[in-house]
């Protein structure tokens, strides 16, 4: 299957991914592979999707936006993020280029939530244990 869900004549399409529930608008989605490593599509099928991804205690784990073009524009996090502190960190990521491959890029600005953004999509944030001095920027 190709990136952005298509695939050749004669193959048969595999998703790596299910859906498994929705919060408000936003689907929750876990891996059909229970190898894989515990992170969203890096493209998604639809264009302007949501996602959002609960570890198997059904913890709040990651979060992301797609554009118009299937590509990342904005993730949330609550794992562990070496800059930004010890231990699970809930964080941010704007992709000033949009696309997972940027994800690292001077563009993409990495850092603790604003306390706006968390009162903007604290509904997604199942089990997360808030300490506002460790998350919020």
Request: a positive charge; charged letters at 25%; aromatic letters at 10%.
């Amino acid at each position: 299957m190709g990136g952005r869900g298509t695939y050749s004549a004669g193959q048969f399409p595999r998703y790596t991914y299910e859906t498994v529930g929705k919060i408000g608008d936003v689907k929750v989605l876990a891996p059909t592979d229970s190898a894989k490593a515990l992170k969203l599509p890096e493209e998604s099928h639809t264009a302007g999707n949501k996602y959002v991804l609960l570890d198997k205690d059904g913890v709040f784990h990651q979060y992301r936006e797609y554009n118009s073009n299937h590509e990342v524009v904005l993730e949330i996090g609550y794992h562990y993020e070496r800059a930004l502190g010890k231990g699970d960190v809930l964080h941010i990521h704007v992709h000033g280029k949009p696309g997972i491959d940027n994800h690292n890029s001077p563009s993409t600005v990495k850092r603790k939530l604003t306390r706006t953004e968390y009162q903007k999509y604290k509904k997604l944030f199942k089990g997360v244990k808030i300490n506002e001095g460790k998350y919020f920027s």
